[in-house]
């Protein structure tokens, strides 16, 4: 079962993502990314071993209703 979510990621901001569930070990939401133009935007981190971490648009409540 996969989840679908919004990518944060400046070069891939927009594009949707799905992950697969039972792959996800953490979810972190932080409200004071920097950009490396300056902006400061919120974003939630899943990581998702060995792939990698993904930053989403979604919060990290919306994230874990999407897990249930």
Known sequence: ???TLTNS???FRGQKIAI???LIVTI???DTVVREDGTIEQVTF???PPH???EVA???EEVM???K
């Open 46 to 48: 899943v990581f998702v």
């Open 52 to 54: 990698g971490t993904w």
């Open 28 to 30: 972190h939401r932080n």
């Open 20 to 22: 697969k569930k039972d």
């Open 1 to 3: 079962m996969f989840i």
């Open 65 to 67: 209703e999407l897990l």
């Open 58 to 60: 979604e919060t990290l």
């Open 9 to 11: 990621s400046p070069a």
